[in-house]
């Protein structure tokens, strides 16, 4: 199955709220995967932010999201690959943010009464750039997100995270990362495809893929 096999899907909440609650679903067999295969850093959800090993997790999962985003450059000529790949990666960014302990209300920077959560964090970030333009913004804001983790594997005394500054930046990678999808994106096809793609995902678990 590939994501063209996949159908639309009706959602009866606002879309992110829809895009986090279908990716607890996927972590819930994508964590007794890695536990078996030996690459689960820790079992904790949300992780501690202070632990090694929660630490580790949370950098695994930046660097997943760069992985998609240079694989959707890679594949820039190809259209809907290209949109797939940003996808993926919207995919780890949203499971980052749960194991993080946010959700849908904590990665936008105001969001009015009146106005749905992706509708006002796709308005935020929209720009005139091309893609290739924003990519050093997110590269930046993931590194000093990830910069507020400073207990690495080789480091004997234990340090403890700024969080208010994590979240600050976790939020900045959020917008970061709509800036990337509304160059190609229009704002309804996001949720769309991120649930087609989230079928895909399924398929593959239940297939063993």
């Not at 090694?52 to 690959?81: C, N, P, T």
């Not at 990666?89 to 992706?118: A, K, Q, R, Y």
Request: with cysteine; hydrophobic share 35%.
């Amino acid at each position: 199955m590939n994501i063209t096999h996949a159908v639309s899907e009706e959602i009866d909440c606002d879309g992110l709220i829809a895009i986090f609650n279908r990716q607890k679903e996927l972590m819930e067999k994508y964590h007794d995967i890695e536990k078996r295969s030996g690459l689960l850093q820790t079992e904790d959800c949300p992780v501690n932010l202070d632990d090694k090993r929660g630490q580790a997790r949370i950098k695994d999962f930046s660097w997943r999201i760069m992985e998609e985003v240079g694989e959707a450059l890679d594949a820039y000529e190809d259209e809907a690959h290209f949109k797939e790949e940003l996808i993926d990666g919207l995919h780890f960014l949203t499971e980052l943010t749960i194991l993080s302990g946010s959700g849908p209300d904590d990665v936008v920077w105001d969001v009015p009464m009146d106005n749905s959560l992706i509708h006002t964090l796709y308005e935020q970030s929209r720009t005139t750039k091309e893609v290739f333009c924003l990519i050093p913004d997110l590269v930046m804001d993931l590194g000093m997100m990830c910069n507020c983790l400073k207990n690495k594997p080789w480091k004997q005394t234990n340090m403890v995270t700024d969080k208010n500054e994590f979240y600050h930046k976790l939020r900045c990678v959020w917008a970061d990362y709509f800036a990337i999808l509304s160059t190609c994106f229009r704002e309804n096809e996001i949720v769309d495809v991120y649930l087609k793609k989230s079928q895909v995902n399924k398929f593959r678990q239940r297939s063993n893929y």
